[in-house]
């Protein structure tokens, strides 16, 4: 099968976009300004190259125009300013238009981008000047693939050019060889670019020959003398990639889930059957296992960072259309996670940072007013806790009015007038489908499409939302994520003769319920640890499971933020790596499950979901 280029450089072409977004933001924020220009020159340089290989014509004619602006502000013929900043971000989505239009094979309507393309084209605009180039390519140039043709049509891209060939070095026909390139080449460009975008167009062909650029005024470079060392010249050396696609990763993360399952049978038959000889092969297998899931799913964690760039121009254009200064602060973007994660949590982090432009941050002005300075910051962090990631959104902003958000429950009929709320209960309202404060539907929020679908969405990725604010000072989303949704260490109870997971990161400790015990607190399901009641939960009651309880249970105690609560069990069967399996459509409604296990013995064991369980216990809790 024929190799296809197209799909990487498409791939290619987006974190590229999504780099000039990134250094175009910070353009006039960063103290080395010439290598912010630089970065975003050679970003613009690559794709003009790979999108003319691959057929992309109008995406590569209209980056040239880019590349050269971006030359001019190389050389300090173009101020660096946010004005430029604004015109390289329009030639990103100019990029991005050109590109689907080309992908879905329709036209790109009549006109567009030519307002920019001239815009481009006259920013700060310069006088043209005269280079002399003397181009002596290395012999070998068409044997490597070279085209000197190529490399003369793009000088003549740049400007007016007159060229002259020379054929002084061309030997008698008797010992030419065909592959050879004897030619040498004289030319005198006008032109509006500089020194670099000239010495650009021979980046790929300069090693092993002789290329001179001067001004035409200049005395010409001694032909002896080397060219320039320039950090574009030579590739920095970088450690060796391979692009996959994403459906390999899950096909190898899908089959070393069933390598670990079946090295949990085979231990377990090992065990069952006291083979001696097999125990030491089946620990070696046990810690090649180990090494292998640990590596597969390492290749799968990719840098938050690569989702938090995207925010800085979500951030940048809203305050600009809702007339708000505000700056984006990130942390923690080295953290990881599970790309499948990452794909999934796009839009819930939008939805946030919308919230909090909208309805949090207010205008500079109200700012002034408050004592606070007229720029507001959202805080975008991220930070490891055991094996799971908590995000966390935060503004500087008014916070959540309590008030505001009882008023619009009562109006919704959502509680009563006279309910007695806790603060938590407050905020929770806000949690709940349709709920919004905002008195008018704008192009940013007021459409019913709030927080609710917001914990849907981190629900379905095992996780969990927690609000905080504070009147007068900002308001806070915490987002709770597990590490990867593909295996995890789980710690296996037994309960009425049926098999349970509990994420091993949940848990705190085990302790023992005696039946007297259990019988205190009113018949409340209430336990004591070191002198502080925990609420308990029976699994056996949940489940519907038969049987009658055990004079001695066990109660495992979980955690999630700050709430507690036990699960009480018949037996705590020890630890498990747990290879993560989807119930599938017909239980998505169980709540307190977040998938299955198939273990050694053939049995399924359900995984518990500890958040649900938790918000489970204190529902039980209000209604006993």
């Not at 399952?261 to 038959?269: D, G, R, T, V, Y």
């Not at 997971?501 to 399901?525: D, F, K, S, Y």
């Not at 009480?568 to 977040?594: C, D």
């Not at 958040?611 to 209604?623: E, G, N």
């Amino acid at each position: 099968m024929a190799y296809n280029p197209i799909p990487t450089f498409l791939q290619e072409a987006e974190e590229l976009i999504a780099d000039i977004e990134q250094s175009a933001l910070g353009l006039a924020a960063e103290a080395d300004q010439a290598e912010t220009v630089n970065r975003l020159f050679r970003a613009f340089h690559t794709i003009k190259g790979s999108s003319a290989m691959c057929g992309f014509d109008a995406v590569a004619a209209f980056t040239h125009n880019v590349e050269s602006l971006l030359d001019r502000a190389r050389t300090g013929a173009v101020a660096v300013s946010p004005q430029l900043a604004e015109v390289v971000l329009q030639a990103a989505d100019q990029i991005q238009v050109l590109l689907q239009a080309a992908q879905s094979g329709s036209a790109v309507p009549a006109g567009a981008g030519e307002a920019l393309t001239g815009a481009i084209a006259s920013f700060g605009n310069t006088a043209e000047r005269q280079w002399k180039i003397r181009f002596r390519p290395d012999a070998a140039l068409l044997a490597n693939g070279g085209n000197p043709l190529t490399l003369l049509r793009e000088l003549r891209e740049l400007g007016a050019c007159e060229i002259a060939a020379h054929t002084d070095a061309i030997p008698s026909l008797d010992s030419i060889q065909p592959d050879a390139c004897y030619l040498w080449w004289e030319i005198t460009l006008s032109t509006a670019a500089g020194e670099n975008a000239i010495r650009d167009v021979f980046i790929f062909v300069e090693d092993g020959g002789v290329l001179e650029i001067a001004p035409a005024a200049a005395e010409p470079v001694p032909e002896s003398a080397s060219p320039p060392a320039r950090e574009t010249q030579k590739a920095a050396i970088k450690e060796a990639t391979v692009r996959v696609p994403a459906e390999r990763l899950d096909r190898l993360v899908r089959l070393v889930g069933e390598f670990v399952m079946n090295h949990s049978c085979l231990a377990q038959a090992t065990a069952q059957q006291h083979a001696i000889e097999l125990s030491n092969p089946v620990q070696v297998l046990e810690r090649l296992v180990g090494e292998l899931r640990d590596t597969v799913l390492g290749i799968r964690m990719l840098p938050i960072d690569t989702l938090f760039g995207r925010f800085r121009r979500l951030v940048h254009d809203l305050s600009a259309e809702l007339g708000k200064n505000v700056d984006l602060v990130t942390e923690g973007g080295e953290t990881e996670l599970d790309k499948s994660i990452l794909d999934q949590l796009g839009d819930p982090l939008v939805h946030c940072l919308r919230n909090s432009l909208d309805h949090g941050v207010e205008p500079a002005a109200e700012r002034a007013a408050r004592g606070k300075p007229a720029r507001a910051t959202i805080r975008l962090s991220a930070v490891h806790t055991g094996s799971s990631v908590v995000i966390a959104i935060e503004d500087d902003g008014r916070g959540i009015d309590r008030e505001a958000v009882r008023a619009k429950a009562i109006e919704k009929q959502l509680v009563a007038p006279g309910a007695t709320l806790s603060d938590r209960d407050v905020l929770n309202l806000i949690l709940l489908p349709g709920f919004s404060t905002a008195q008018s539907v704008t192009s940013v929020s007021g459409r019913g499409v709030g927080m609710d679908a917001i914990q849907r969405q981190i629900e379905l990725l095992r996780g969990s939302l927690a609000l905080a604010s504070e009147p007068g000072r900002g308001a806070r989303v915490s987002i709770t994520l597990p590490l990867t949704l593909a295996i995890i260490d789980g710690l296996l109870v037994e309960a009425a003769g049926d098999r349970f997971i509990v994420p091993m990161a949940a848990v705190v400790e085990n302790v023992e319920l005696t039946r007297q015990e259990r019988a205190r607190h009113n018949g409340r399901n209430l336990l004591s640890v070191r002198g502080k009641l925990v609420p308990y939960l029976n699994l056996q009651e949940i489940f519907a499971a038969g049987g009658e309880p055990t004079a001695i249970a066990k109660a495992v105690i979980v955690q999630h933020g700050e709430e507690r609560v036990g699960l009480l069990v018949e037996r705590v069967l020890g630890s498990h790596q747990t290879v993560i399996q989807s119930l599938g459509k017909l239980y998505r409604n169980v709540e307190v499950v977040s998938g299955a296990t198939i273990m050694g013995d053939g049995r399924v064991a359900l995984i518990l979901d500890v958040a649900r369980l938790i918000a489970f216990a204190d529902r039980s809790r209000r209604d006993s």
